[in-house]
């Protein structure tokens, strides 16, 4: 079993930055991709960033691009989102999933995922 745990979240202004962790336990792999998606209510879920296994290639939504930035410490089975500039459109819970292949932007690519933190930006 993998347990995928997201922390970080929280009610912020707009303008205003947090950084959300997702840590990884249990079955170890030889590799994977680590993603982050948002669902805000009524609508689906989204992809909004990922990073391969190494780091060396990442991908973004294009509503995030140049606001929010991706890391990993493999070394931890950690996974970091540094969200910049948020805006109340960023409002959402947020997942953390784990992908046994290269990045991939649908949440069906993903086999493991954690519960979700909220976010809430205020205006």
């Known amino acids: 079993q993998v347990q995928v745990v997201e922390s970080g979240g929280g009610l912020v202004q707009a303008g205003g930055s947090l950084r959300l962790s997702c840590a990884a336990s249990?079955?170890?792999?030889?590799?994977?991709?680590m993603g982050w998606f948002r669902q805000a209510p009524g609508k689906e879920r989204e992809f909004v960033a990922a990073?391969?296994?190494?780091?060396?290639?990442?991908d973004y939504s294009d509503s995030v691009k140049g606001r929010f930035t991706i890391s990993r410490d493999n070394a931890k089975r950690t996974v970091y989102l540094q969200m910049n500039s948020l805006k109340p459109e960023d409002t959402a819970v947020y997942y953390c999933?784990?992908?046994?292949?290269?990045?991939?932007?649908?949440?069906?690519?993903?086999?493991?995922w954690g519960q979700g933190t909220q976010v809430t930006v205020s205006s």
């Open positions: 999933a784990i992908r046994l292949a290269g990045i991939a932007t649908t949440p069906s690519g993903y086999q493991y």
């Open positions: 249990g079955r170890t792999f030889s590799w994977y991709t």
């Open positions: 990073t391969s296994w190494s780091g060396g290639t990442t």
